[in-house]
């Protein structure tokens, strides 16, 4: 079993869509936990972080953690097709915070 | 968010000879740099954490003297492919964090191609 869990997707969804993105981990010593966006050929952009459980918003993206389940979401709200990227889910334990990362999840927003 | 500027974003090298990418963090002080590996449509694969003023830690199955890594300066690390080869074409990727700070925040990326 990975250390972190991620469905490949492609997860195609409409314009306007609420997008949930997933993913689990195994290791209880993860404490932060990081969402990527990557466009082809680019390097990846960080979205959002959190710290320990709980939920955080930022416009249209909320994330959020349930370390007792050890699972993680991404929602997009009212989803564009410029959302259309790979999502790429990231965590670490403290100390040397070396991340490590979800496969990711190709998402495909139509028109 | 922080800014990390890495170049050249393509290189097309022939075979044989070395090559170097430069990762350089524009707004932050990077304590500790990582480079990855990224083949189509494959997540992350890590290749080495550097911390600066230190040697780099290399991930299990990546040769330490084909990629060497320079981490001279808390905004500048460097990879160095020597002797390289076709097998070696891939999209390579830097990110870099501040001290205390468990964010890392990435390059462009820098796709090499070996003729």
């Known amino acids: 079993q990975k250390e972190v869990e991620q469905d490949p997707g492609p997860l195609s969804v409409p314009e306007g869509a609420i997008v949930s993105l997933n993913c689990t981990y195994s290791?209880?010593?993860?404490?932060?936990f990081m969402w990527y966006r990557q466009y082809s050929r680019k390097g990846p952009e960080l979205l959002m972080y959190t710290y320990s459980s709980g939920n955080k918003e930022d416009g249209r993206f909320t994330a959020q953690v349930d370390k007792s389940s050890k699972y993680i979401s991404l929602f997009i709200r009212d989803s564009q097709p410029s959302d259309s990227a790979t999502y790429l889910c990231a965590m670490s334990a403290g100390g040397s915070y070396i991340p490590t990362f979800g496969r990711g999840t190709s998402l495909i927003v139509h028109p | 968010g922080a800014v990390v500027s890495q170049h050249p974003s393509w290189v097309i090298c022939k075979s044989g000879t070395s090559v170097k990418i430069e990762c350089r963090s524009l707004d932050f002080q990077a304590t500790t740099m990582f480079w990855y590996r990224q083949f189509p449509k494959q997540s992350l694969m890590l290749m080495a954490t550097s911390n600066e003023g230190s040697k780099a830690t290399y991930e299990q199955g990546v040769e330490k003297d084909k990629f060497l890594i320079n981490h001279a300066s808390l905004t500048l690390s460097t990879l160095t492919v020597t002797s390289a080869h076709p097998e070696d074409s891939s999209f390579y990727i830097c990110s870099a964090r501040a001290r205390g700070r468990p964010e890392a925040f990435f390059g462009q990326g820098t796709r090499l191609t070996v003729v």
């Open positions: 290791n209880s010593a993860f404490q932060y």
